[in-house]
């Protein structure tokens, strides 16, 4: 039975043959246009603006949540912990006023 196909490099997202009409080389790799995607969210990819980690690719935005899952929460918390009632006062005249209010001498 004859063995159909090029034999060139292997695409990593798809398994089939690269063709130098359509080769992008990559983390080690050799892909087709249309699989240079984000692992994650499966946006179209380029040359700059890919991200890899482990033999994967990455859009920005993912390759930053695959580092640092809780760095995008954690930020969120923090600005909704800072905001005051009343008005978004900042968060270092609070600290102030509150270290202000207490007696000097003092201690628990």
Not at 4 to 25: M, N
Not at 34 to 48: D, E, I, R, V
Not at 56 to 82: A, G, M, T, V
Request: aromatic share 8%; net charge positive.
């Amino acid at each position: 039975m004859p063995q159909w196909g090029g034999g060139g490099e292997i695409c990593p997202r798809c398994q089939k043959t690269v063709y130098p009409a359509e080769k992008l080389a990559a983390c080690s790799a050799s892909w087709h246009k249309g699989c240079f995607k984000c692992k994650t969210c499966n946006s179209l990819l380029t040359l700059a603006s890919y991200k890899d980690f482990s033999q994967d690719i990455y859009c920005k935005s993912c390759y930053q949540d695959k580092l640092h899952p809780h760095e995008r929460n954690r930020k969120q918390l923090e600005s909704k912990f800072n905001r005051q009632p009343g008005g978004g006062a900042n968060p270092a005249t609070t600290t102030e006023a509150a270290s202000a209010s207490e007696p000097a001498g003092e201690e628990e």
